[in-house]
């Protein structure tokens, strides 16, 4: 019984990289956009300097555990890929958002030495892993309620312009994978906020359903108010 778990564990890991994967180059249109305008004026830095804090943590969460390779290897990548994306954003910030983002880096990264050195010289080596896993989770669940503001922006204006589909679906279904994964493993660290995730994931998902028309009404709107402008004979004052 314990090996048909650790099959399927391994199965639900090894579908979570794939789909992880697939989120992780998700942001590629925004730096297409930021490369051909030459300027990241209007984006943010702070998803992609939190996701590499994130993934770093996991990384040493998984080096505490064991039975966690998958886990090693989507962080690893994720290291990689959210590296290119913090250095593509400072080469074409302002000089005000290129200072932001490297204090944000130093923060995370001092915090990290701190996190690091504290339960290796301070935590006792049998709930070193419990420790960290705590944090992983904690930062984790920040993550998945971050979106929140997106869904409060869709309701409020009732357009998905900004809540692009494909994510949603690609962060649901790495959720339920992950999801699995810290279940069949018995890790809540990994389990619970992944269960958030998938909450979210679904909420976005309904919302883009009931709103997704919303923009083409609305153009469609303002074309026929545009005619109705070029139809209407001008009134010339002398």
Same mark, same amino acid.
């Given at each position: 019984m314990a090996g048909l778990s650790g099959q399927w564990?391994?199965?639900? &890991? @090894?579908?979570?990289?794939i789909v992880s994967f697939m989120v992780y180059l998700a942001p590629i249109p925004t730096f297409r956009q930021i490369y051909k305008?030459? *300027? *990241?004026?209007?984006?943010?830095s702070i998803p992609y300097v939190v996701a590499l804090f994130s993934a770093m943590l996991w990384i040493y969460y998984a080096f505490l555990k064991s039975n966690t390779t998958l886990l090693i290897t989507?962080? *690893?990548? &994720?290291? @990689?890929?959210?590296?290119?994306?913090?250095?593509?954003?400072?080469?074409?910030?302002?000089?005000?958002?290129?200072?932001?983002t490297v204090k944000l880096l130093a923060l995370l990264m001092v915090? &990290?030495?701190g996190l690091v050195g504290v339960t290796q010289f301070v935590v006792k080596a049998s709930e070193r892993a419990n420790v960290v896993g705590w944090f992983c989770l904690i930062l984790s669940l920040?993550?998945?309620?971050?979106? @929140?503001?997106?869904?409060?922006?869709?309701?409020?204006?009732?357009?998905?312009?900004?809540m692009p589909f494909l994510l949603s679906l690609f962060l649901t279904l790495s959720a339920i994978m992950w999801f699995f994964y810290g279940l069949l493993l018995k890790d809540h660290n990994i389990a619970i906020p992944n269960l958030l995730g998938f909450s979210f994931g679904v909420l976005q998902m309904v919302l883009y359903g009931l709103y997704k028309h919303a923009n083409k009404i609305e153009k469609q709107e303002q074309i026929m108010v545009g005619k109705e402008q070029q139809k209407s004979p001008e009134i010339i004052l002398f």
């Open positions: 564990a391994f199965a639900f &890991g @090894l579908l979570g990289n305008k030459k *300027s *990241s004026e209007g984006f943010q989507i962080n *690893s990548v &994720g290291c @990689l890929i959210e590296t290119v994306y913090i250095l593509l954003f400072i080469f074409y910030a302002s000089k005000k958002a290129r200072v932001e915090c &990290g030495t920040c993550v998945f309620i971050a979106p @929140l503001c997106i869904v409060r922006q869709v309701i409020q204006t009732k357009s998905v312009e900004h």
